[in-house]
């Protein structure tokens, strides 16, 4: 069965994979410098949250059995 988490992964992708093409496509048409910055703020933005996406929340670790309560 399909969860939350995964959906959010695919659409994160998703999202990297749209504003990757989206700016290629523009920068092949031309871009000024600001539009650059645009686009790359953009595509940064998507891969943080691609990122974010699947490191969080961090899953809970084994406790160390060395270390007593």
């Not at 695919?10 to 048409?29: K, N, P, Q, R, T």
Request: hydrophobic share 50%; aromatic share 10%; proline share 1%.
């Amino acid at each position: 069965m399909i969860n939350t988490q995964e959906i959010l992964e695919w659409l994160s992708a998703f999202a990297v994979v749209i504003s990757g093409a989206l700016a290629g496509h523009y920068a092949y048409e031309g871009m000024n410098a600001v539009q650059w910055a645009g686009a790359l703020t953009a595509v940064l933005g998507s891969v943080t949250l691609a990122v974010a996406c699947r490191t969080w929340p961090a899953k809970a670790k084994a406790r160390d059995s060395r270390f007593k309560d």
